[in-house]
């Protein structure tokens, strides 16, 4: 379930050409494939496959994809299945269609690096990045792949998303538009690994077990990863206790994981892995991708968009945002868990904007200013936006602040003694990050319904009343959490939280996972995050709370695009744990990597609601 759906979109769908499906066969015939080792300039070769029209009364665009996760199926004769999605819209075109192995994995040759930093002061042919390996790549195909237009556009999804960042960034000019769907960004701050300095165990260890295999000569398998003994995460996470346990599992041949483990700040090496470091001065057209519940890499559509607008102003940048899982909007987009969005909102990307967008760049055809410079999915109101910037000038950052009894509200507290609702933390028992018994991540987590969460001691729920008119929040929410801990350090994770109406039923004919789920008082999470607290004031050097002193903890949550019907909710909740998706915090100032056993202990949290020490959240309200 980790970055597997790139495979699902390009490869590892092999057919003959006696396939009777009608797509596949109509593929069969009009194009032919060719596999070539292409070199680059410091004389390591990588091996891409062409699909290339058989059509030679016209000249066509290259369209390309660099993937860490294989160029498969491999053999001139075996067609990929790109048949089965909406990119046969690129077929029909007559697209050249590129994937490319990138250095080190599966047929390629030289060394793999995990994002790979970019490398702006390149002064001989042994200094290599992405950037330049694309450079070398396409200058190679345009002067070797017959009945091409000169024109070049590179997309992909999740890692194959950063290797189109990187793509950008290559200066070649032949390069007009690129698409980083989902991409990887940056490994500490906000996808897949880390957020806020919290490590994500349960996608870290699941994906790299496989993925992180050293091959130091080309192959076309990788082969299987860790199969845990236990299919209950939660257990398995649970019993296999800190986290450095998990790296003797993991054994001593994957090099970036006890790399990683020897970075537990974001120190230079962990910031020259930030893909938005580069973003100055891009050149080709850039259309950011993403989904509003993408469980992986929320974070890398929209902080690379806003780092290339800031960056690159001159730069045509535009970003979509669906509501969508991780890769969602290359299949089903009417549902997400039991949320209902009332309409293919993957069907309408497809078709309105990413492929006018490379049709207008690459071959002239349509508009580019159909497409908007923001164009988002607002979930509650089921309906998208077209806006001229993200986030959209008129939004009023409005405090909506604690209060005893587990109330918000958008007045300030008046009580002047200290005012706090209190919970304690155990490691030994941590909140689940959803509901039930799973082996792998959910990718529903993402809207599922917080009432597990709601009914613990260790999880504080505060609600409006309420809501007599429509809220709309567009922009990034901050947590901004006034507390004090009985230890020297602890977690915090914040969620925002839609509470449907009691009498709440969907229309029956709005499409949905076929699941009969009580939708009467569901809490729909909106959005969450966590921060590590020892990171509260700086990634780079931690600090130890003060126990049982008042100390702010303020944070940024990845945006929200989502409206608060009238007769609904809205509620916050606080955690310290949020298991197994994040690991474990000893609640101990301390080196969690090299943590042990012993050092996990129980921690009393104070959050803090009076009139001096007022805990809120600043909600990014449209106006």
Known sequence: MKKWVFLFLVAGFSFSATAQNEDSSWFANNYYKIERMVPMRDGIRLFTAFYIPKDSAAQHPFLMTRTPYSCAPYGENKFSGLWRSYRMAYLKEKYIIVTQDVRGRYMSEGVFADVRPFNKNKKTKKDIDEASDTYDAIAWMLKNIPGNNGKVG???????GFYATEAALSGHPALKAVSPQAPVTDWFIGDDFHHNGAFFALDGFSFYSSFGKPHPVPTKDYGPGFSTPVKDNYQFYLQAG??????????????????????????????????????????????????????????????????????SPATNTKIVMGPWFHGQ????????????????????????????????????????DTISQANIFFTGENSWKKLPQWPPANIENKALYFHAGGKLSFDKPVVKNAAFTEYTSDPAHPVPYADGVHEGRTREYMTDDQRFASRRPDVLSFETDTLTEELT???????????????????????????????FKYDPSLKGNGKDYPMGGYQ??????????????????????????????????????????????????VQSTWFPLADRNPQKFINIYTANDSDFQKASIKIYHDGVNASSVLLPVLK
Not at 242 to 261: C, Q, R, T
Not at 526 to 553: H, L, Q, W
């Open 154 to 160: 590179v997309l992909g999804t999740s890692y194959p």
């Open 242 to 311: 800190a986290v450095k346990n998990l790296a003797a599992m993991i054994g001593d041949s994957i090099k970036f994981w006890h790399e990683m483990y020897k970075h537990p700040t974001y120190d230079a090496w962990w910031q020259a892995r930030n893909a938005r470091v580069g973003l100055y001065n891009v050149q080709p057209a850039m259309l950011y991708v993403g989904g509003l519940f993408d469980a992986e890499d929320c974070f890398g559509a929209w902080n690379c968009y806003k780092a290339t607008r800031k960056q």
């Open 329 to 368: 909007w290359s299949g089903e987009g009417s549902y997400m868990g039991n949320v209902r969005f009332a309409s293919n909102t993957s069907a309408w990307y497809q078709q309105t904007m990413e492929v006018p967008f490379f049709n207008y760049y690459l071959k002239g055809i349509g508009n580019a």
């Open 473 to 503: 929040l567009a922009g990034p929410v901050l947590a901004d959490l006034m507390t004090s801990i009985t230890t020297t350090d602890a977690d915090f994770v914040v969620k925002v939280i839609d509470v449907f109406p009691d009498d």
């Open 524 to 573: 729909m999470l909106v959005r969450a995050e966590i921060m590590r607290g020892k990171f509260r004031n700086s990634y780079e050097n931690p600090e130890p709370f003060a126990p049982d002193k008042i100390t702010e903890v303020k944070y940024a949550l990845p945006d929200v695009a989502h409206t608060f019907k009238k007769g609904h909710r809205l509620m916050i909740q």
